[in-house]
T-cell receptor
Framework: SQTIHQWPATLVQPVGSPLSLECTVEGTSNPNLYWYRQAAGRGLQLLFYSVGIGQISSEVPQNLSASRPQDRQFILSSKKLLLSDSGFYLC??????????FGEGSWLTVV | GDSVTQMEGPVTLSEEAFLTINCTYTATGYPSLFWYVQYPGEGLQLLLKATKADDKGSNKGFEATYRKETTSFHLEKGSVQVSDSAVYFCALSDPGNTDKLIFGTGTRLQVFP
């Protein structure tokens, strides 16, 4: 069966520090991969999605970037965190025309 | 562009009350529709889905019917429990657009004994 792993689960980082959140999917090939963010008191916002290795689409301009170095690995990064980057980050995957499945999320607090 | 509109929360109910959470959508093409649930401190879980008009998705006593004529996908449950307290997200996925999910803002449900 397919599983998705996302880490770290919680992270407290100072303003200006770098960020790396990692996500891997097991049990499927060539999935679509997504990064979503849920800011405090707000809904879910799609940040990035990827349909294949090295193919990244950004939904909103921001301080973050994403990379897909392997078929089932998706990384969310920042060179310098801002206070406004705080939130709950969710990695997700899907196979074309099927349901999207989410990881357990990563809580990021920028201080 | 495509969008989803959910009723504002929080929704506060007593145990065994009837629940309705409204959801309407705007989309080109023929989207699939979903309800996801987020329990406190956890990620999102798929609750139910419907892929075409007049389909009814159901799970754990929750139901939602895909209404193309009113562009709606309202979530209902006949008798809520305290354990149903969570945030509920309505979402759509347009198969013609890489299957990205577009979410509503979420509706918090609080059920009291």
């Amino acid at each position: 069966s397919q599983t998705i792993h996302q880490w770290p689960a919680t992270l407290v980082q100072p303003v200006g520090s770098p960020l790396s959140l990692e996500c891997t999917v097991e049990g499927t090939s060539n999935p679509n991969l997504y990064w979503y963010r849920q800011a405090a008191g707000r809904g879910l916002q799609l940040l990035f999605y990827s349909v294949g290795i090295g193919q990244i689409s950004s939904e909103v301009p921001q301080n973050l970037s994403a990379s897909r170095p392997q078929d089932r690995q998706f990384i969310l990064s920042s060179k310098k965190l801002l206070l406004s980057d705080s939130g709950f980050y969710l990695c997700a995957w899907s196979v074309l025309r099927d349901t999207i499945y989410f990881g357990e999320g990563s809580w990021l607090t920028v201080v | 562009g495509d969008s989803v509109t959910q009723m504002e929360g929080p929704v506060t109910l007593s145990e065994e009350a009837f629940l309705t959470i409204n959801c309407t959508y705007t989309a080109t093409g023929y989207p699939s529709l979903f309800w996801y649930v987020q329990y406190p401190g956890e990620g999102l879980q798929l609750l139910l889905k419907a892929t075409k008009a007049d389909d009814k998705g159901s799970n754990k006593g929750f139901e939602a019917t895909y209404r193309k004529e009113t562009t709606s996908f309202h979530l209902e449950k006949g008798s809520v429990q305290v354990s149903d307290s969570a945030v509920y997200f309505c979402a759509l996925s347009d198969p013609g657009n890489t299957d990205k999910l577009i979410f509503g803002t979420g509706t918090r449900l609080q059920v009291f004994p």
